[in-house]
């Protein structure tokens, strides 16, 4: 079968002719790949720079953020049968007893860096034809939900960090209203983070590098999140324009535009960084008055990473809401599809660029 590899160590990326997997437990299902999404992390991995292969193995199939179709069902699977829509979960638990993470199905948080990830680290992920998974990775999808589906998983870092943010303001002696937020970046990330934030009341801006007009603009406002650069506009005058913003939600892996954006924040704020950056300038920081700024203000910074099975299953409720609220938002997002040869095009922006860029199998 058809399968996009990485070879760190040939330093290489094609399609390769793979193995089909069999079924190899009864809780197994067989899943026919229809789409996965590209990304940064996909970028990181194909410039060498990130993802290892599964011990053993010289290559590393691509791709973790994956819509697919049940071809295959184990004799012990429940709730699921062939011809129904999934999407795999991407991390998988550590082995050791010890943590209380893995061991008590929350993978997203492990404590001992063990686990394995699809398509990142020692696990093959599902840029394939076919893929096999335990039923418990995988999530029904309805029918409805097949043209943008491939989004599950890049909104599921806006559910768990919005899930994180909820229980962090039970701190406050009294129940917040959503207030403000800002987002920063208008990739797949940051514009899925705006749905989840309109969807729960916030008033969002996004605050993004590029000056308007441009596509990743017109998306956050037509959804109702005003839009405005940092080409443009200062941090200061964001504040003008907005107000400080009770929530910060950090798309970017840009060092700088994440700490210049942090002055803006609220008392009592929370600020989440969701991008991992590479090969950035030194960032030369003004210690003391950041540590006045978080302690005074009782400020918290969050990092989250990866997400839980009840995370997916909040993202999979959500695209149905986003859908009846904004007729056509989701799919905008979705830019272009190409086949599984254009992949490496694909992630070095050979292939154009736009916001969410899918590999299809047909
Ligand atoms: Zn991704
Ligand atoms: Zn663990």
């Not at 299902?29 to 789409?35: H, P, Y």
């Not at 049940?70 to 050791?96: I, T």
Request: aromatic share 6%.
């Amino acid at each position: 079968m058809k399968a996009v590899a990485v070879f760190p160590v040939k330093r290489e990326v094609r399609v390769i002719d793979a193995p089909e997997p069999r079924l190899q437990s009864p809780t197994q299902v067989k899943v026919r790949t229809l789409e996965t999404g590209v990304c940064g992390t996909d970028k990181d991995i194909v410039s060498f720079s990130y993802g290892t292969p599964p011990p053993g193995s010289d290559f590393l199939i691509l791709g973790h953020e994956c819509l697919g179709e049940v071809v295959e069902v184990g004799s012990a699977v429940k709730g699921l049968q062939v011809g129904d829509l999934v999407v795999p979960r991407v991390r998988r638990p550590c082995p050791h007893a010890t943590c209380p993470a893995c061991r008590g199905g929350h993978p997203d948080f492990c404590i001992t860096g063990d686990y394995t990830e699809r398509g990142i680290k020692e696990a093959h992920g599902f840029c394939s034809e076919r893929f096999v998974e335990d039923v418990a990775y995988v999530h029904r999808v309805p029918r409805e939900l097949r043209e943008v589906a491939v989004l599950t998983e890049p909104l599921t870092i806006a559910e768990k960090g919005l899930r994180e943010w909820e229980r962090i303001q039970e701190r406050l002696p009294w129940r917040p209203a959503p207030g403000r937020a800002v987002v920063l970046g208008a990739g797949p990330v940051g514009q899925l983070a705006v749905l989840t934030l309109l969807r729960r009341g916030f008033a969002t801006t996004v605050y993004s590098h590029s000056s308007k007009p441009n596509p990743k603009a017109e998306a956050a406002e037509a959804a109702g999140a005003p839009y405005l650069s940092t080409k443009d506009v200062s941090p200061d005058e964001l504040v003008r324009s907005v107000g400080e913003p009770d929530l910060i939600y950090e798309a970017t892996g840009v060092v700088k535009a994440a700490f210049d954006a942090l002055k803006t924040l609220a008392n009592n704020g929370v600020f989440i960084f969701t991008g991992v950056p590479s090969d950035q300038q030194p960032l030369s920081l003004a210690g003391e008055e950041f540590l006045k700024q978080v302690v005074l203000r009782n400020q918290v910074l969050l990092g989250t990473v990866n997400a839980a099975a009840t995370d997916f299953d909040a993202a999979l409720e959500d695209l149905a809401r986003f859908r009846a609220r904004w007729p056509g938002g989701l799919e905008r997002l979705i830019t272009s599809r190409h086949p599984p040869e254009d992949f490496l095009d694909v992630v070095t922006g050979k292939a154009g660029k736009g916001i969410k860029q899918v590999i299809t199998f047909s």
